[in-house]
């Protein structure tokens, strides 16, 4: 790739490296991800990486990373993106949240327009989290890493119980492995501007049988400080049921715009959402879940347990073969209150999965 | 798949708990020299040694690195692991930079090594 000289690695992921690189042809810094070697042998997935990131380089929206170019070096593939000068909107909301609701509303609709852009593309996030949103020092959003394939459904990886960050950001269905449609995103920004309006995500949980019930049992607790309105529509976003939540990403933002203290001058093209409101939830309410939503849970709370993850409390005497009950817990990486103890635990942690 | 087991003690009157946690396994050999890693970093944290500790972490994470790319860790574990990994890296306290102990005697030995070459 003598077009694209490196220059230093930004980050590395469980997937992939991140460099900084400079295009020599056009003069101009790019970021390029790299999928990690194990990952490159898979012939499927590098197949579907490679496919997905072309679909994302037709993607041309000013609040979404740009792909300039896809291909493979020595079979290990590779995206160039648009390298994006600021920071993760996790690092904000590290720094700055609870944020005013004008400016959360502000970011969030640019968010809603770029996803507005990729859905009408027919092109699904599947993975909208604050490490996944750049904000530029002018406040501008982009969203990264559309269309991107992931080494696992990010249902599989979490039921395995090793990304339960990421969790909190999923909608129920995409948690239980149902098929996955604009909506999905929708929660996933619903729950993202909670976290900006709140400082803290829609639940705590530290399993995700408990995230499971938590979300069943109903909305998260009121955003305090948060105009009624726009607290009512982050709420629909974190709806159960998928056409519960605002309609399109479009519907999102003039329902944010509409609901925030001072209406933003610019959103996006009026979308025809009349029907959406009929069948929203209003918060409060306990949701209903249907029939179908309830199989699928206990489907996957089984699944789950099959991987290994969770360990279901099961009576021992009601079965001899079952382990003794212990409490519903996703198994994922113990951190110690310092960094000697956080590092003794991952040694346990490794030592007790060794194969 | 193994779960946690409940294993009586026999004759001692206790009860010993094997704990082997649940779920895909990690190649043995890389498992240990990664757990043997994380071992130094809190071992080195624990005496004060920063700079030790420091060095450690850096093993670590390039350890894990290397264990993905050979295929050692299974796929449901590489985020957080290496998400691990490069988060205790970064939490390890700032090294104050000290001229290296063996750097004299190194020094001395090359000039030793000079002569010896020299009387060649």
Same mark, same amino acid.
């Given at each position: *790739?003598?077009?694209?000289?490196?220059?230093?690695?930004?980050?590395?992921?469980?997937?992939?490296?991140?460099?900084?690189?400079?295009?020599?042809?056009?003069?101009?810094?790019?970021?390029?991800?790299?999928?990690?070697?194990?990952?490159?042998?898979?012939?499927?997935?590098?197949?579907?990486?490679?496919?997905?990131?072309? *679909?994302?380089?037709?993607?041309?929206?000013?609040?979404?990373?740009?792909?300039?170019?896809?291909?493979?070096?020595?079979?290990?593939?590779? /995206?160039?993106?648009?390298?994006?000068?600021?920071?993760?909107?996790?690092?904000?909301?590290?720094?700055?949240?609870?944020?005013?609701?004008?400016?959360?509303?502000?970011?969030?609709?640019?968010?809603?327009?770029?996803?507005?852009?990729?859905?009408?593309?027919?092109?699904?996030?599947?993975?909208?989290?604050?490490?996944?949103?750049?904000?530029?020092?002018?406040?501008?959003?982009?969203?990264?890493?559309?269309?991107?394939?992931?080494?696992?459904?990010?249902?599989?990886?979490t039921q395995?119980g090793?990304?339960?960050?990421?969790a909190?950001?999923?909608?129920?269905?995409?948690a239980?492995?149902?098929?996955?449609?604009?909506?999905?995103?929708?929660?996933?920004?619903?729950?993202?501007?909670?976290?900006?309006?709140?400082?803290?995500?829609?639940?705590?949980?530290?399993s995700l049988v408990?995230l499971t019930?938590?979300?069943?049992?109903?909305?998260?607790?009121?955003?305090?400080?948060?105009?009624?309105?726009?607290?009512?529509?982050?709420?629909?976003?974190?709806?159960?049921?998928?056409?519960?939540?605002?309609?399109?990403?479009?519907?999102?933002?003039?329902?944010?715009?509409?609901?925030?203290?001072?209406?933003?001058?610019?959103?996006?093209?009026?979308?025809?959402?009349?029907?959406?409101?009929?069948?929203?939830?209003?918060?409060?309410?306990?949701?209903?879940?249907?029939?179908?939503? &309830?199989?699928?849970?206990?489907?996957?709370?089984?699944?789950a347990?099959?991987?290994?993850?969770l360990?279901?409390?099961?009576?021992?005497?009601?079965?001899?073969?079952?382990?003794?009950?212990?409490?519903?817990?996703v198994?994922?990486?113990?951190?110690?209150?310092?960094?000697?103890?956080?590092?003794?635990?991952?040694?346990?942690?490794?030592?007790?999965?060794?194969? | 798949?193994?779960?946690?087991?409940?294993?009586?003690?026999?004759?001692?009157?206790?009860?010993? /708990?094997?704990?082997?946690?649940?779920?895909?396994? /990690?190649?043995?050999?890389?498992?240990?020299?990664?757990?043997?890693?994380?071992?130094?970093?809190?071992?080195?944290?624990?005496?004060?040694?920063?700079?030790?500790?420091?060095?450690?972490?850096? &093993?670590?994470?390039?350890?894990?690195?290397?264990?993905?790319?050979?295929?050692?860790?299974?796929?449901?574990?590489?985020?957080?692991?290496?998400?691990?990994?490069?988060?205790?890296?970064?939490?390890?306290?700032?090294?104050?930079?000290?001229?290296?102990?063996?750097?004299?005697?190194?020094?001395?030995?090359?000039?030793?090594?000079?002569?010896?070459?020299?009387?060649?």
């Amino acid at each position: *790739m003598t077009r694209y000289v490196t220059e230093r690695t930004l980050g590395r992921g469980g997937m992939a490296t991140v460099e900084l690189a400079r295009d020599e042809q056009l003069g101009r810094k790019v970021a390029i991800k790299r999928l990690f070697g194990s990952l490159s042998g898979d012939e499927d997935f590098r197949e579907r990486f490679l496919r997905e990131g072309r *679909m994302a380089a037709r993607l041309s929206h000013p609040n979404i990373v740009g792909v300039h170019d896809v291909g493979e070096e020595d079979g290990v593939p590779y /995206i160039v993106m648009e390298h994006v000068e600021g920071e993760t909107l996790a690092d904000l909301i590290a720094r700055k949240a609870p944020l005013d609701p004008d400016r959360a509303v502000d970011l969030v609709l640019q968010i809603c327009a770029g996803l507005e852009h990729a859905h009408a593309a027919g092109l699904v996030h599947r993975d909208i989290k604050p490490q996944n949103l750049l904000v530029r020092s002018d406040d501008t959003v982009k969203i990264a890493d559309f269309g991107i394939a992931r080494p696992l459904d990010g249902t599989q990886m979490t039921q395995a119980g090793t990304v339960l960050g990421t969790a909190a950001y999923l909608a129920p269905e995409q948690a239980l492995g149902e098929r996955v449609t604009g909506a999905a995103d929708i929660y996933s920004l619903g729950a993202v501007t909670y976290e900006l309006l709140a400082g803290r995500p829609p639940y705590q949980f530290e399993s995700l049988v408990e995230l499971t019930v938590k979300q069943r049992e109903g909305p998260p607790p009121p955003l305090p400080g948060v105009p009624a309105e726009l607290e009512e529509v982050v709420l629909r976003c974190l709806a159960l049921e998928p056409e519960a939540r605002p309609r399109s990403a479009a519907a999102l933002a003039h329902e944010l715009a509409g609901a925030s203290p001072e209406p933003p001058t610019e959103v996006l093209p009026e979308p025809g959402v009349t029907a959406a409101t009929e069948v929203m939830a209003r918060p409060g309410r306990t949701v209903r879940i249907s029939r179908r939503l &309830q199989l699928a849970i206990a489907g996957a709370l089984l699944a789950a347990a099959l991987a290994g993850g969770l360990t279901l409390g099961l009576r021992q005497e009601e079965d001899p073969e079952v382990p003794p009950a212990q409490p519903a817990r996703v198994d994922t990486l113990p951190r110690g209150e310092t960094p000697a103890e956080s590092a003794r635990l991952l040694a346990e942690w490794l030592r007790a999965r060794a194969g | 798949m193994s779960s946690a087991v409940l294993l009586a003690g026999c004759g001692g009157g206790g009860a010993e /708990i094997e704990k082997t946690a649940p779920g895909p396994r /990690i190649e043995g050999a890389s498992a240990e020299r990664l757990a043997g890693l994380s071992d130094e970093v809190a071992r080195r944290l624990e005496t004060g040694d920063a700079c030790g500790a420091a060095e450690a972490a850096v &093993q670590l994470r390039d350890g894990v690195s290397e264990a993905i790319n050979d295929g050692a860790i299974p796929t449901i574990y590489l985020e957080d692991l290496s998400g691990f990994a490069n988060e205790l890296e970064a939490q390890i306290p700032v090294c104050a930079e000290k001229p290296p102990p063996g750097e004299k005697k190194n020094k001395d030995k090359e000039k030793e090594n000079d002569k010896e070459e020299g009387d060649d």
